[in-house]
């Protein structure tokens, strides 16, 4: 049981470039997000999914693209990349039976550089 | 938007408590959670408080919530160098599917 995995851990981009980040997990939670996370702010939510074919925009959407096609996996695409860009980026997961109804299980991040 | 603020720094001596701040504007929140964060690692869930509750325990952490002064606060009692860590507050609101998060506490333990 592996939890929330993302891959890679470490990116550097240029400017204009695409990639995707990847995450998965291995709980059956139907509830996954992505958030950003920037020196001197808060996490803020990205997209989040509430079961496959269900994406929706959280707070900061622009710039990004998300797809759930099945229950584990949540890519995030950055369509071209931007410096504002440059941050943490986390995919968390939640069972949606919870009664506190939080993201409880958080991956590791993935820590974008974009030059 | 909601506005979550924290203070960004805390130092404490090995033993003592700790206590961590967190002020929020909406009121209409539903939960309240406290997470934890050591480096290179994602957020941890440490505790959480429903919105009708002003106190909750668990083992070494005292969460606190004043609804009226919109003030939430996190004890750590017998702070040991291990919960050296960013500490962040979050709130959910009513309706919303997200969490605002606030800005984040280091809490450095002095051994």
């Known amino acids: 049981n592996a939890g929330v995995t993302q891959t890679p851990k470490f990116q550097v981009l240029k400017t204009g470039q695409s990639m995707t980040l990847q995450c998965a997990q291995d709980m059956n939670h139907e509830y996954m997000s992505w958030y950003r996370q920037d020196p001197g702010m808060g996490l803020r939510l990205i997209h989040y999914?509430?079961?496959?074919?269900?994406?929706d925009q959280g707070e900061v959407p622009n710039g990004y693209n998300v797809s759930r096609s099945t229950t584990e996996d949540f890519p995030l695409r950055l369509l071209s990349a931007a410096p504002s860009q440059t941050s943490v980026y986390f995919c968390?997961?939640?069972?949606?039976?919870?009664?506190?109804?939080?993201?409880?299980?958080f991956g590791q991040g993935t820590r974008l550089t974009v030059v | 938007g909601e506005d979550v603020e924290q203070s960004l720094f805390l130092s404490v001596r090995e033993g003592d408590s700790s206590v961590i701040n967190c002020t929020y504007t909406d009121s209409s929140s539903t939960y309240l959670y406290w997470y934890k964060q050591e480096p290179g690692a994602g957020l941890q869930l440490l505790t959480y408080i429903f919105s009708n509750m002003d106190m909750k325990q668990d083992q070494r952490l005292t969460v606190l919530l004043n609804k009226k002064d919109k003030h939430l606060s996190l004890r750590i009692a017998d702070t040991q160098t291990g919960d050296s860590a960013i500490y962040f507050c979050?709130?959910?609101?009513?309706?919303?599917?997200?969490?605002?998060f606030g800005t984040g506490t280091r809490l450095t333990v002095i051994p």
């Open positions: 999914s509430v079961g496959a074919g269900i994406t």
């Open positions: 979050a709130e959910k609101l009513t309706g919303a599917n997200n969490l605002f």
């Open positions: 968390a997961s939640r069972a949606t039976d919870r009664g506190m109804n939080t993201e409880a299980f």
